[in-house]
C-alpha cells in the first residue's frame, strides 16, 4: 500500500504550486522547531475539559498551521537560523 501511495503522488500528483513551495521550504524549520510550539499549545489547552480525542483534534487544527506559518514567516526570516535551516 505505501510503495502504491507513493508511485500515485510520484506520477499524477506531482507538482507544485507557491503554496506547496512556501510548506516544502519550511519543512525542516517546523521539523526541528515544532516541539516547543506543541507543548505550548497542548499546556494552554490544559483546562478544557473534553474527551482526549477532541483535543488532540483541536491542538493539530492549531498547532500544525501555526508551526508552518512561524516557521516559514519567523523562523527562516533570522539570519542565523536561514543559514542553517
Known amino acids: ?3 502504491g501511495l507513493m508511485a500515485l503522488f510520484r506520477d499524477k500528483l ?3 504550486d507557491s503554496l506547496a513551495r512556501k510548506l516544502s521550504d ?4 517546523v521539523y526541528m522547531f515544532h516541539p516547543p510550539i506543541i507543548i505550548a499549545v497542548t499546556l494552554a489547552m490544559q483546562m478544557l475539559v473534553f474527551a482526549p ?3 488532540w483534534a483541536m491542538a ?3 498547532c500544525v498551521p501555526l508551526c508552518f506559518l512561524l516557521a516559514y514567516h519567523v523562523l527562516l ?3 542565523v537560523l536561514n ?3
Request: glycine share 4%.
Open 1 to 3: 500500500m505505501t510503495a
Open 14 to 16: 506531482n507538482y507544485g
Open 26 to 29: 519550511s519543512a525542516f524549520a
Open 53 to 55: 480525542v477532541f483535543k
Open 60 to 62: 493539530s487544527l492549531i
Open 77 to 79: 526570516r533570522v539570519p
Open 83 to 85: 543559514r542553517i535551516l
